[in-house]
């Protein structure tokens, strides 16, 4: 099994940053690809970003240029820098991981709140 733990989120003014971060233990080795989402209440959990062992990233459209995934495989963790943020990047964040594709195992969310 995997855990995964979610730090680093809380409350911001727009046009600030935070950096979260996410660690994992237990069955690393299942783990290739990590990555993190976002939900609101009432929407569907949405893609924020992704990076894979060998660090190829994806972005969702809403977030390039302003978001920042990287991953420490020596500490088994991936962070999510985000600078200018909005008041809808307001959610909570969830790091999520898995082998190929992340949706394998799930952090349990950490809320961002971005006041304007």
């Known amino acids: 099994q995997v855990q995964l733990v979610e730090s680093g989120g809380g409350l911001v003014q727009a046009g600030g940053s935070l950096r979260l971060s996410c660690a994992a233990s237990?069955?690393?080795?299942?783990?290739?690809?990590m990555g993190w989402y976002r939900q609101v209440p009432g929407k569907q959990r949405e893609l924020v970003a992704t990076?894979?062992?060998?660090?190829?990233?994806n972005y969702a459209d809403s977030v390039k240029g302003r978001f920042t995934i990287s991953r420490d495989n020596a500490k088994n963790s991936v962070y999510l820098r985000m600078n200018s943020l909005k008041p809808e990047d307001t959610a909570v964040y969830y790091c999520?991981?898995?082998?190929?594709?992340?949706?394998?195992?799930w952090g349990q969310g950490t809320q961002v709140t971005v006041s304007s």
């Open positions: 999520s991981g898995g082998y190929y594709v992340t949706g394998t195992y």
């Open positions: 237990g069955s690393i080795s299942s783990i290739r690809t």
């Open positions: 990076i894979t062992s060998g660090g190829s990233k």
